[in-house]
């Protein structure tokens, strides 16, 4: 059974030890007994909680950081390497979200090389890909997402790219409390879709997760997950409130699809 996949970005929110604690005693006990069994629901928090948040977080939810270098070792100040990420026990690693593009300008490049470097150190990269409002008004969404993904999807086996999980996240509605129409995000996942299975062939692109993000919460789930035929969501203001994400997770838990076609969305 394909999986789907929650995950929690909780970006440079969490301030204090005091804060983590709280945040995570509050999780575990909202988690606690959930049946997860076709939800993997992922926790990524600011860098220097990365290692409490390993200690204590409920065994039915996993660890994600919110950026890496590509690099292993060496002198570059103020980077933090896959080894690193690895040995403190985090799985899931964002590159390419779109503030780090913004603020950290990072660039397509450096996102294919920060894909490379967690797959050989064998963590799953969750690749974020958008358009900003003006592109796609001007009707350029397949190009940019194309243009995004391209250097991220070179020179993989077919074995690493089934690692790898790509988040649609439009950047207008990061932060905005807008989402786009159902219809427009699983447009989004044929076109990923298909650059996928172009390069890896359809039995790959069915196993690669593509996600839904911007301004998610509980009641719009069956809109921007489920009617969207999405693998999951990536979840950024929302899952600053654990009870939230643990009532994600078990919505989408015990989401029955009427007919859903084995993680293949509907062409057309
Ligand atoms: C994000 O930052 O990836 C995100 C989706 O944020 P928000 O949910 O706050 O729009």
Redesign the pocket.
């Known amino acids: 059974m394909k999986k789907r996949y929650l995950i929690g970005?909780l970006?440079m929110n969490i301030l204090s030890v005091e804060d983590t604690e709280q945040y995570l005693s509050v999780f575990r006990r909202e988690m606690k007994g959930k049946k997860q069994e076709s939800t993997v629901t992922v926790i990524a928090p600011p860098f220097p909680y990365l290692e409490r948040f390993h200690k204590e977080l409920p065994e039915n939810a996993a660890l994600g950081a919110q950026d890496v270098f590509w690099e292993k070792e060496g002198s570059y100040t103020g980077e933090v390497s896959y080894p690193m990420l690895k040995d403190i026990g985090t799985e899931y690693v964002?590159v390419g979200?779109?503030?780090r593009r913004q603020y950290g300008r990072e660039t397509d490049e450096d996102v294919a090389r920060k894909v490379q470097a967690l797959l050989k150190g064998n963590l799953r990269p969750v690749i974020?890909t958008g358009e900003t409002e003006d592109e796609r008004r001007r009707g350029e969404t397949a190009a940019v997402l194309e243009a995004q993904l391209r250097g991220a999807l070179e020179d993989l086996s077919p074995m690493q790219a089934e690692k790898i999980l790509i988040?649609y996240?439009p950047r207008w509605?990061?932060?905005?409390?807008r989402t786009p129409e159902s219809e427009d995000i699983l447009e989004a996942k044929v076109i990923i879709y298909r650059m996928v299975a172009a390069a890896y062939g359809a039995a790959v692109a069915e196993r690669i997760p593509i996600l839904y993000?911007?301004?998610?919460?509980a009641s719009l789930l069956d809109r921007v997950c489920f009617s969207a035929q999405m693998d999951g969501v990536?979840?950024?203001?929302?899952?600053l409130f654990p009870y939230e994400v643990a009532k994600m997770a078990d919505i989408i838990e015990n989401y029955q699809a009427p007919e859903r076609r084995e993680g293949k969305p509907e062409e057309g």
């Open positions: 970005n970006k964002i979200h779109s503030e974020c988040a996240e509605a990061i932060g905005t409390d993000g911007g301004s998610v919460k990536l979840v950024g203001r929302e899952s």
